[in-house]
């Protein structure tokens, strides 16, 4: 059965660090795009961060400004587990995360918009001032 799991959300302060984690069965996240997108209340979902493959021995990681410098993708393929690090969190972090993995395309979050694309349940990041 193909699916991503997330785990890892919870509440936290301003200032805290949360570590997100998303495991795949199924599939190998080492031959797909792979992301984090996050949902506000009341908003739509939105890219976060994402991880390109790249070559066998290099892989491109994009994030957005609001998180950059604070939050950071990686992977462990011997897991075959993404994780979101997030440091330095803001109130307005709070929302659903999401992971998700797919064909690349052409721009960085495009992967997501595949028919052929694995989406995760999500896990709630909750920040308080």
């Not at 959300?9 to 301003?14: E, I, L, N």
């Not at 694309?117 to 308080?128: D, F, H, I, L, N």
Request: proline letters at 2%.
């Amino acid at each position: 059965q193909l699916q991503l799991v997330e785990s890892g959300g919870g509440s936290v302060q301003a200032g805290g660090s949360l570590r997100l984690s998303c495991a795949a069965s199924g599939f190998t996240f080492s031959d797909y795009c792979v992301g984090w997108f996050r949902q506000a209340p009341g908003k739509e979902r939105d890219g976060a961060a994402v991880m390109h493959p790249g070559t066998s021995s290099t892989s491109y990681t994009y994030y957005v400004d609001s998180v950059k410098g604070r939050f950071t993708i990686s992977q462990n393929n011997a897991k075959n587990t993404v994780y979101l690090q997030m440091d330095k969190l803001k109130v307005d972090d709070t929302g659903m995360y999401y992971c998700a993995a797919g064909p690349c395309g052409r721009d960085w979050f495009d992967f997501a918009q595949e028919a052929s694309a694995y989406w995760g349940q999500g896990t709630q990041v909750t920040v308080s001032a």
